[in-house]
């Protein structure tokens, strides 16, 4: 079975530095998706960055970058110049590239990021 | 903004009844999906309908049941309500392809609903 884990149930940063979130996945497939979603107090859950697994490169999108390593099974979030709109729930999420109906999420890690 | 749309935001009912959440994808999403965010738990897919039928069924109760309409809209009904349906219900769409990234699912406002 497929889960997804992350370790980290609360982080913090200070304003304009750097934070990494972590998440690891257990999976037997070769082939899937992974995926970022923010989740601020409006509770609006909100797509941050997504990963082919096929991809060696990292994706980045702005002051978001991942850190995809497949062998390990781990994709972390790093957010560089963080702001104070970065405070949020954030989820990592998985799902098999041929099966867009199984999309597994993980618990989540609440970032608060202070002036 | 997402593009997907949720209707109510906020639903207060008691243990017993059933309510209707209502759901509008995405321009050109043929796919939808239902998610329940419980306080003491992340997102639980419950279930996907995809061009009206239903596509999967993920940890749904039998006390609830969806459809989608031709105009592609969903609904969601929760019925015989305990308190521990307590819950955020997120509604998610995506084109429906088999696969492809692209395929990314876009979530909703959500509707939060509390049985009292």
């Known amino acids: 079975a497929q889960t997804v884990t992350q370790s980290q149930p609360e982080m913090s940063v200070q304003e304009a530095e750097t934070v990494t979130l972590s998440c690891t996945y257990d999976t037997s497939e070769s082939d899937y998706y992974l995926f970022w979603y923010k989740q601020p107090p409006s509770r609006q859950m909100i797509l941050v960055i997504r990963?082919?697994?096929?991809?060696?490169q990292n994706a980045t999108e702005n002051r978001f970058s991942v850190n995809f390593q497949k062998a390990a099974k781990s994709f972390s979030l790093k957010i560089s110049d963080s702001q104070l709109g970065d405070a949020a729930m954030y989820f990592c999420a998985y799902r098999i590239a041929y099966n867009n109906n199984d999309m597994r999420f993980g618990a989540g890690t609440r970032l608060t990021v202070k002036p | 903004d997402s593009g997907v749309t949720q209707t109510p935001k906020h639903l207060i009912t008691a243990t017993g009844q059933r309510v209707t959440l209502r759901c509008s994808p995405r321009?050109?999403?043929?796919?939808v999906y239902w998610y329940q965010q419980s306080l003491d738990q992340g997102l639980q897919f419950l279930i996907q309908?995809?061009?009206?039928?239903?596509?999967a069924k993920g940890n749904i109760l039998e006390r609830f049941s969806a459809q989608q309409f031709p105009d592609l809209h969903s609904e969601l009904n929760l019925s015989s309500l305990e308190l521990g349906d307590s819950a955020l219900y997120f509604c998610?769409?995506?084109?429906?392809?088999?696969?492809?990234?692209?395929?990314?699912?876009?979530f909703g406002p959500g509707t939060r609903l509390t049985v009292l």
């Open positions: 309908y995809y061009n009206g039928e239903e596509r």
């Open positions: 998610a769409s995506s084109l429906g392809l088999a696969g492809g990234v692209t395929d990314t699912q876009y």
């Open positions: 321009s050109g999403d043929l796919s």
């Open positions: 990963q082919e697994a096929y991809k060696q």
